[in-house]
């Protein structure tokens, strides 16, 4: 069984940063790939970013070069830095990891952009 712990989120004004942060522990021998997904009220949830082993990096057109994400594998855990954040940022933000055998979501975490 793997778990996922994150910590961050939170109500920022348009403009600011908030860094998001996504801990598995459990059963965990690999990891294919970890990232972040988000869903904004009456919409679909959409990828954000990902970054899988031994591979590109991939940022959704709305936040590449504002949002940035890293990886710290001795950890198994993954990290978004928002920045520059847009009212269009709010959304539930949820952490992913694709193991082998299956994938992992994290629960939410709410992201607000507002003044």
């Known amino acids: 069984q793997v778990h996922l712990v994150k910590s961050g989120g939170g109500l920022v004004q348009p403009g600011g940063s908030l860094r998001l942060s996504c801990a598995a522990s459990?059963?965990?021998?690999?990891?294919?790939?970890m990232g972040w997904y988000r869903q904004a009220p009456g919409k679909q949830r959409e990828l954000v970013t990902l970054?899988?082993?031994?591979?590109?990096?991939n940022y959704a057109d709305s936040v590449k070069g504002r949002f940035s994400i890293s990886r710290d594998n001795a950890k198994n855990t993954v990290y978004l830095q928002m920045n520059s954040l847009k009212p269009e940022d709010t959304a539930v933000y949820y952490c992913?990891?694709?193991?082998?055998?299956?994938?992992?979501w994290g629960q939410g975490t709410q992201v607000t952009v507002s003044s």
């Open positions: 459990g059963s965990i021998f690999s990891i294919r790939a």
């Open positions: 970054i899988p082993s031994g591979g590109n990096t």
């Open positions: 992913y990891f694709r193991l082998p055998l299956r994938d992992y």
